[in-house]
């Protein structure tokens, strides 16, 4: 048995991470992904045609084995490492060319060389290395017959390597990119998990809290002129904003879960979220909005609805009176939902910062709010697989679009 040197004790480990490990029985060898197997299996092809002959492999190299992922001229298999012709070189970091494997000491004994598996006689191979030096196997052409390929016919076979080894790491980075949107989700499940909890545990006794200011104020034995009625209308006011900022912490961490998208009425759920703002639709109010079908989570629309209004509502001018028009626009990608208005606006310098969680501008005049309503919002985007993006209202004042594709295709999938 072939002793493993120091480089490739561990590769095992490393092969895993590209997705080439581990080989369960039954399994056909090859990537994951149909179309990069499809590419992977044109190289191969176009390599055994570079050099004028009828074979060619991507022999991947396990501690234990031989694994064909690709192969042109013969059926791509499994053999055991100490039977694998490439396992003798492809630690060596360069190109083996050899005319005639029987005449040659180190395959002279191969059994793909004496006959008991194959008759190989030319065999040239370059060996896979990726930018961190790991040695994943080889590409390899030959033939039973003796050959002599030309220098260009190798150099290309090297170029050919080298697209391999691009495609392996390809399978790698989005192998790597699928366990951080695992890890990412898992995350972001508990953080959910953890703000519900921490939401009710405050909400529970502050709501006891407000309850108690309530029935003080409501007391005949303290007047509106005694000094207690100024503290307590200072405890409920900020019990209230508490209670306020508890809410919209929840709905960030909600933001990004689970969406159930359905054909929704942006009309009627921008109508509920002005109720919940204590505001109705209509020329008294300033806010007038357009119906038009989408495909959204409803409880989630809503709720982007509410904090974009809530920010038109928070953002006015003094000097105007507030109009807020909510519409939308169909594409080819989807619905693109606007919430424009005639209010302060948000300078382009500032738009990036202002989708920040607890981010606020701080301007002169501005309304209360915890600096969450524009980052939800886009985590809200994010999760139907859409996109958030802020704009000037011509006149003054700031639009907000978010575009909900056709069929609303979650983050990550």
């Given amino acids: 048995m072939q002793m493993l040197t120091d480089q490739d004790a561990g590769r095992d480990p ?14 056909r060898p090859g990537l994951a992904d149909d179309g990069a197997q499809e590419a992977l299996d044109n190289l191969v092809r176009l390599a055994a045609s570079v050099c004028g002959v009828p074979y060619s492999v991507v022999n991947i190299i396990t501690s234990s084995q031989q694994v064909q992922i690709a192969a042109t001229g013969i059926d791509a298999g499994v053999c055991s490492r ?24 180190r395959f002279a004994e191969n059994p793909f060389v004496t006959g008991d598996i194959a008759a190989v006689r030319f065999y040239a191979s370059v060996p896979l290395e990726t930018s961190s030096g790991l040695v994943l196997g080889s590409l390899c052409v030959f033939s039973n017959e003796p050959e002599v390929p030309a220098t260009e016919q190798i150099e290309l076979l090297e170029v050919l390597a ?3 080894v691009e495609l392996l790491e390809l399978q790698h980075r989005t192998l790597q990119l699928n366990d951080a949107l ?13 703000a519900g909890r921490v939401s009710h545990d405050l909400r529970t006794p502050l709501t006891t809290i407000l309850g108690y200011v309530e029935l003080a104020q409501d007391d005949p034995g303290i007047p509106p002129s005694h000094p207690a009625a100024e503290y307590l209308d200072l405890i409920g006011t900020g019990g209230r904003r508490m209670l306020g900022t508890l809410e919209e912490v929840l709905a960030y961490a909600k933001a990004d879960g689970e969406i159930r998208p359905e054909r929704v009425s942006l009309l009627a759920v921008t109508a509920e979220a002005a109720q919940d703002l204590g505001v109705d639709l209509g020329y008294g109010s300033g806010i007038s909005c357009e119906d038009a079908e989408l495909y ?16 038109s509502l928070n953002y006015g001018r003094a000097d105007r009176q507030l109009r807020v028009s909510v519409g939308a626009d169909y594409g080819l990608q989807g619905v693109t939902v606007t919430v424009a208005d005639n209010g302060k606006g948000i300078r382009p310098a500032d738009r990036e ?3 920040q969680p607890l981010v606020r501008l701080n301007r002169p005049g501005d309304g209360p709010g915890t600096g969450l309503g524009l980052a939800t919002s886009w985590r809200i985007a994010e999760a139907h697989g859409g996109e958030l993006a802020i704009d000037d209202t011509p006149g003054g004042g700031a639009t907000v679009s978010v575009l909900f594709p056709a069929q609303a295709q ?3 999938s």
């Fill in 82 to 105: 100490d039977d694998s012709m490439c396992a003798v070189v492809f630690l060596d970091h360069a190109t083996t060319v050899v005319r005639d494997a029987s005449r040659d000491p």
């Fill in 182 to 194: 695992v890890k990412l989700r898992r995350s972001n499940d508990l953080l959910s998990e953890f």
């Fill in 353 to 355: 910062r202002a989708v």
């Fill in 410 to 412: 979650p983050a990550g």
């Fill in 162 to 164: 080298h697209q391999v």
């Fill in 14 to 27: 490393g092969l895993r991470a590209y997705g080439l490990l581990p080989l369960a029985p039954g399994d």
């Fill in 296 to 311: 959204a989570d409803r409880a989630q629309l809503r709720t982007l609805l509410q904090n974009l209004l809530a920010n």
